[in-house]
């Protein structure tokens, strides 16, 4: 082997090593941001999971070696303790963990990205998980292996139904990254080559989801919505009549919001939980943040009750664009879970 060729072939390894290491050293809030810059730029809505960080906030000590029972008791655990509502695979997990050889006991983080065309699962896989083993359960279990490497691996639904009961149909397709220690799912193989696409830098990635993400702050389970899909989710015109007239009077009196351009919301290792309102021009913010913050601490028109019932209003303030308000739940609310479909008087159009 000549010089050139040595030196060559270090530098493929460091390269290697340092793109593996980048994963593996951010922060929640920097590898949600970077996970989204692989979902397909028309994303409209994604779900993370920390599931690192789930573990550790549970004191659980579920792994590779932990069997099916204990990894849908932790999973059950995390529910409870509303740390899983952005999961896409809780039904999924003991068979995961049995069949497939990787489970929320092992991942790292999970984000479930969407589109108008599609879906994609991304997991990031603990160090210690061998993606050529994933690989031979698959050959094994019936999927097609692809010509490359990191292309698509072919299932379906007749396949992944012979795997076992419960598994998400998201993992009818699989890629696998190992120079990222990354596993990509979709219930639609093309849809899963256009995600490969923005992975090779041949298409844009979900650029303003991105950038919205990384306010929120060591986010153990967030929600991130584009401006359309927030507008429709979180609406008040999912309420009754009644509920929509109260709602008009309370933002009347607020002083009147702007239209989001984004939302995101996320529950954090201390319990808080951070919702970011992103608007339009950033001169409206400082109102917003106002108003917004005044209508997060009465009446709830839509879901019953007020918000007071449910958290309180710790700081409220604007940043940029973005509209930040940091709320403490009350003891036992699901308010991640409540807070991110509608309707949202707080979060409203």
Not at 41 to 66: I, M, N
Not at 96 to 101: F, I, K, P, R
């Amino acid at each position: 082997m000549s010089r050139r060729t040595a030196v060559g072939l270090v530098a493929v390894v460091v390269l290697a090593l340092v793109a593996w290491l980048g994963w593996r050293l951010l922060a929640p809030d920097e590898q949600l941001a970077k996970a989204l810059r692989m979902a397909p730029a028309e994303t409209s809505r994604a779900a993370w999971t920390d599931w690192e960080g789930v573990r550790r906030e549970l004191g659980a000590e579920v792994d590779a070696g932990s069997s099916a029972v204990e990894v849908d008791e932790f999973l059950a655990e995390a529910f409870d303790r509303d740390l899983s509502p952005m999961s896409a695979l809780a039904t999924s997990a003991g068979v995961m963990q049995e069949e497939l050889g990787f489970s929320p006991a092992t991942l790292r983080w999970e984000l479930l990205a969407q589109s108008p065309g599609g879906a994609v699962e991304m997991m990031g896989v603990a160090d210690d998980v061998d993606l050529d083993a994933i690989a031979e359960r698959l050959a094994a279990l019936g999927w097609t292996e692809p010509e490359d490497e990191d292309g698509v691996w072919v299932g379906g639904p007749d396949v992944l139904a012979g795997v076992g009961p419960g598994l998400t149909p998201e993992l009818q397709h699989v890629a696998l990254l190992a120079d990222q220690q990354v596993v990509l799912a979709s219930d639609q193989a093309p849809y899963l080559e256009q995600v490969l696409a923005v992975v090779d830098g041949d298409a844009d990635g979900a650029e303003d989801l991105a950038e919205l993400a990384g306010t929120l702050e060591q986010p153990l389970a967030a929600a991130v919505y584009d401006g359309a899909y927030a507008c429709n989710t979180l609406a008040m015109s999912q309420a009754d009549d009644d509920a929509r007239a109260e709602a008009d009077e309370l933002v009347a009196a607020a002083g009147g919001v702007h239209p989001l351009t984004g939302f995101a919301m996320a529950l954090r290792p201390d319990g808080d939980l951070r919702a970011v309102l992103q608007v339009e021009d950033a001169d409206d913010a400082p109102d917003d943040a106002d108003a917004r913050a005044r209508l997060a601490a009465g009446p709830a028109p839509g879901q019953g009750g007020d918000f007071t019932e449910r958290f309180s209003v710790e700081r409220a303030g604007a940043e940029g664009r973005e509209v930040v308000l940091d709320l403490r739940p009350v003891a036992g609310a699901y308010v991640l879970s409540d807070l991110t479909s509608g309707p949202v008087l707080f979060a409203t159009c």
